[in-house]
Nanobody, 113 residues
Framework: VQLVESGGGLVQAGGSLRLSCAAS???????MGWFRQAPGKQRELVAT???????NYADSVKGRFTISRDNAKNTVYLQMNSLKPEDTAVYYCNADVFGARYWGQGTQVTVSS
């Protein structure tokens, strides 16, 4: 299973970005999610979404980020609004396929003040 992420970049504080992550192959994907890792910090959960679209968010992003998915395309999205400098990190996509967890290669998000 390959996860291919896109959509990262450089944005000013208050701006928006949309991340996408597509899982390759005709597979059944259960939960999907986004994690992030800032320099010198541990990887942390940002948001997760189940196959029936139940969502969970880190407190730090609630009200600003929205996770969604398209099951037909095995794709998960992360709409990030009102970005802050502290959102700067490498964002990783994660997918659960029959109990095995897969990770994307990561996409850099940089928010300038």
């Amino acid at each position: 299973v390959q996860l291919v992420e896109s959509g990262g970049g450089l944005v000013q504080a208050g701006g928006s970005l949309r991340l996408s992550c597509a899982a390759s192959g005709s597979i059944f994907v259960n939960a999907m999610g986004w994690f992030r890792q800032a320099p010198g910090k541990q990887r942390e959960l940002v948001a997760t979404i189940t196959r029936d679209s139940s969502t969970n968010y880190a407190d730090s992003v609630k009200g600003r980020f929205t996770i969604s998915r398209d099951n037909a395309k095995n794709t998960v999205y992360l709409q990030m609004n009102s970005l802050k400098p502290e959102d700067t990190a490498v964002y990783y996509c994660n997918a659960d396929v029959f109990g095995a967890r897969y990770w994307g290669q990561g996409t850099q998000v940089t928010v300038s003040s």
